[in-house]
């Protein structure tokens, strides 16, 4: 049976979806791309692709993949591009947002947490093609459009917190996710009683497109992200440490 006629079989036979599980994480699905797919110029040979969301009845965003490319033909109803990709590997790639496989016919949901269980189950089987370490599908770049109205709020706020001494911005991906504008902020104390009121204070002016992010520098993550950019705020020192 092929993969389709197995999804099927799964729909109604409770007994065959542990069979149809296992012969999707080993299979191939096909994606729809926003762009057509390019090949990262970094040593390690990636992919660069972003992958097209789409909402339920209820306003759920999820990610559609298909069985076949007939399959998503009848769900794009015109041209659009599409990738074939391992399906354990783009579970990998979007752990943290929910998937659909075949909208709009015979399918199944997966949501993000169903997903990080599949790839766990994946690692502990020592089944290749995946990462599952979040770290490892983060990138971090130069934020790519003007963000001098998230700076210059920020550095206003954190100017009367006596507990940070710098602040870095800049983009954060996850995976085909679209990125993130992240905050990294090498501060001591309490982070929720300074991102809690930043965020709140920060939500006033960022744009309707913009999403935010906050860690410390003192984390692993936060000290990655820092290295690739300088510091937008300085805290200005005080009489007795000059």
Do not use: W
Not at 105 to 117: A, H, N
Not at 146 to 155: L, Q, R, Y
């Amino acid at each position: 049976m092929n993969l389709d006629e197995l999804l099927k079989a799964a729909i109604t036979d409770p007994s065959k979806r542990s069979v149809f599980l296992q012969t999707l994480i080993k299979s191939d699905v096909y994606v729809i791309v926003k762009n057509p797919v390019k090949q990262s110029n970094n040593s390690e040979g990636g992919i660069q692709l972003e992958l097209i969301t789409t909402q339920n009845p209820d306003g759920d965003i999820f990610i559609p993949f298909f069985t076949s490319f007939r399959a998503l033909q009848q769900f794009a109803k015109r041209y659009v591009d599409c990738y074939k990709i391992n399906c354990l590997r783009f579970f990998d790639l979007i752990q943290s947002v929910s998937a659909v496989l075949n909208p709009n016919s015979y399918g199944k949901e997966f949501s993000s947490q169903e997903i990080k269980s599949i790839l766990l189950i994946a690692q502990n089987l020592k089944i290749k093609a995946i990462s599952y370490n979040e770290a490892d599908i983060i990138s971090y770049r130069r934020c790519e459009h003007s963000v001098s109205h998230i700076t210059k709020a920020a550095s206003k706020f954190l100017a009367k917190q006596p507990n940070v001494d710098k602040a870095y911005i800049l983009e954060m991906i996850k995976g085909c996710e679209r990125p993130q504008i992240l905050l990294v902020l090498d501060m001591m104390g309490s982070t929720r009683k300074l991102f809690v009121p930043l965020s709140k204070y920060l939500s006033k002016i960022v744009k309707s497109n913009e999403h935010l992010c906050f860690i410390s520098l003192e984390q692993d993550m936060g000290k990655k992200a820092a290295a690739t950019v300088e510091p937008f705020y300085t805290r200005k020192k005080r009489y007795f440490e000059k």
